[in-house]
């Protein structure tokens, strides 16, 4: 029965010789056929192809033979099936964490972040913050939104009248995010995949988990070749302007200053509460400004500023960057938060 089947489908079609399989070992490397083409179809995505289809695939196909393996195994189909063929689940070091208010998915074997979250001890000085300020129907850009604690914490505060903006480059990240929102039915959060810049553009990713940092693509194509690139845009480029921010929180380690040049117009027009990390020392080589620089920015804009210390108090500092300094330097950590409002 299965020789006939086999002498049945690899019959001669429309004019094509068939294809003898007497002596496979002489069918020349590498030769795409009619025949690859179905056994693509029969054994890649586990069905025979339609009518409509054959005549579009066969005469498409590509010349090389790996070539034609990759554009099935790259398909949509293939990837359901797999997930079904192979058992697929969600991963063993991946865990649906309970918070207040809501759950999110963190990554076991990230101690940068997923580990304190299970822990119930991710900045709780900063979640302090985001309880006292955000009200229902405001609406929250979370710039760096990692894994989304703050993002899902902002939703679950402001409820489905507000809506939350989540940017993160991390490809990871990004789909623990939207894992979340799913989780969570928070239809009122949006995830973008990208990096906040001050202008559009490319730029590279560094880094593993959470904690990952951009910078400009490099000059040289073999360093552009093997480096992870994710687009850049400006966030007054993708934040409607009818909608009035009122909290913003960043979190890009050291890029801080490149993302609010490109909300500029946003901070103006809405002139939301800002909650940003200040990391001083990274930030001349990241974003080529030091760290009284950025400040001075951010002051620029009508702010006044405070430190956000333990249990979420404010250490205030006025619009005096050397205050600020100050605090940092006494913190004996590579960063702190600062709040302006």
């Known amino acids: 029965m299965i020789r006939r089947l086999v002498r049945r489908v690899l019959k001669p079609r429309r004019g094509r010789p068939g294809l003898d399989l007497s002596e496979p070992w002489k069918i020349p490397q590498g030769r795409v056929t009619a025949e690859d083409v179905f056994y693509c179809f029969r054994l890649l995505l586990g069905r025979p192809p339609n009518r409509e289809e054959w005549e579009g695939?066969?005469?498409?196909?590509?010349?090389?033979?790996?070539?034609?393996?990759r554009s099935y195994m790259s398909s949509l189909e293939f990837s359901r099936r797999a997930d079904t063929l192979m058992?697929?689940?969600?991963?063993?070091?991946?865990?649906?964490?309970?918070?207040?208010?809501?759950?999110?998915?963190?990554?076991?074997?990230?101690?940068?972040?997923?580990?304190?979250?299970?822990?119930?001890a991710y900045e709780p000085h900063v979640t302090a913050i985001f309880r006292d300020r955000l009200r229902p129907g405001m609406h929250v850009l979370d710039i760096g939104a990692n894994i989304g604690y703050f993002t899902m914490l902002s939703a679950s505060l402001v409820g489905p009248s507000g809506s939350v903006t989540a940017i993160e480059p991390n490809p990871i990240s990004a789909k623990l995010l939207e894992a979340s929102r799913r989780a969570n039915s928070f239809d009122n959060v949006i995830v973008l995949q990208v990096a906040a810049g001050r202008e559009l553009g490319l730029l590279v990713l560094h880094g593993s988990y959470g904690n990952v940092m951009t910078s400009t693509a490099p000059d040289e194509a073999l360093a552009l070749m093997n480096s992870t690139t994710v687009p850049s845009v400006r966030v007054d480029d993708v934040v409607p302007r009818n909608k009035?921010?009122?909290?913003?929180?960043?979190?890009?380690?050291?890029?801080?200053?490149?993302?609010?040049?490109?909300?500029?117009?946003?901070?103006?027009?809405?002139h939301p509460t800002i909650v940003s990390e200040f990391s001083p020392s990274t930030m001349p080589g990241i974003s080529g400004i030091d760290g009284r620089g950025y400040l001075r920015f951010l002051l620029d804009f009508g702010y006044t500023i405070a430190v956000i210390e333990g249990a979420g108090t404010l250490r205030d500092c006025g619009t005096e960057p050397e205050r600020v300094m100050e605090a940092f330097a006494r913190s004996g950590v590579d960063h702190i938060d600062i709040l302006l409002h």
Do not use: M, W
Request: charged share 30%.
């Open 244 to 270: 009035k921010i009122g909290f913003l929180k960043i979190d890009v380690e050291g890029a801080e200053y490149n993302a609010l040049l490109g909300a500029s117009e946003l901070i103006k027009r809405c």
């Open 57 to 69: 695939h066969v005469g498409q196909a590509p010349a090389d033979l790996d070539a034609l393996v």
């Open 87 to 120: 058992g697929r689940r969600l991963d063993d070091r991946l865990s649906l964490v309970s918070a207040k208010g809501f759950s999110i998915y963190v990554q076991d074997d990230d101690t940068s972040v997923g580990q304190h979250v299970k822990r119930a």
